[in-house]
């Protein structure tokens, strides 16, 4: 007993400040993506040919519509698709596309996930009526509906003495039943769709779909494979996005807070 409570002085106290204070990254942490929109066209063509995603838009590859409302911003990243790989970064050589430090980059709507360097403020998108029901308590679900586990393995990194995501409210639970909301990573394959609805359904009204990673959100890597869906949210209404391949634990703690939080 002794030696327990001498090793906890002498540990101190390891719980994080954030977000009481800010939290600084590896310098090769890749956050929010910067956008050099005046690059040079060859540099540009060179990313948008390695992009394993295809997750650079230009105006050879838009949706012919996509910039009507945004002249200015002709180059994109789609961070629904986007791994995060630094592919792009290294090919052109940073003059094209750079990765910030910025981890605070999800969105409310899938549209604001096209970015050219900026994202709106989260808190200010978030549902009035969900910071009322579930600021001061909210219960979440997992379900890694075909994931890799680094999604699901950097969700339950928020359990640790670290993050302590319960200090703020927020737990994970077993039931569905005892949730108010649903958490879906992977991809979202063929034999876990009847559970993930089925899970869905088990959750008492209101409640609350959070898309975690670019498996969720487009099907990640395995986009476009029979074998998994084209994203959550043309199976379920998403309200959150979190963008990542894994989205990095205090991407994920940044957007909850943010989302459910009347300020953090
Ligand atoms: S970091 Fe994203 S945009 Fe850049 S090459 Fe990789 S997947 Fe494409
Ligand atoms: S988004 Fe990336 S890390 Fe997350 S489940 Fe898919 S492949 Fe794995």
Known sequence: MLDTLKNRIEQGYRTSKYPKQTISLPERYRGLPTINQYADADIVAKCVKACPQNAIITDSNADPNLFKANESSRKMVDMGRCVFCGTCERVSNGKFITFTQDFGYSVAEKAHLLTSGTVPDLAKHSK??????????????????????????????????????????????????????LVVTGPISRNMRTALLQTYEALPAPKVVIAVGSCAITGGPFRESPEVSDGLDSILPVDLYIPGCPSHPLTNLHALLSFFKDRI
């Open 128 to 181: 009035q009526h969900f910071k009322k029901l579930f600021g001061r308590s909210l219960q979440l679900r997992q379900v890694s509906a075909g994931g890799c586990n680094a999604c699901e393995a950097d969700l339950n990194v928020l359990a640790t003495p670290f993050f302590d995501l319960a200090r703020f409210g927020i737990n994970f639970v077993a039931s569905p039943r005892h949730a108010d909301g």
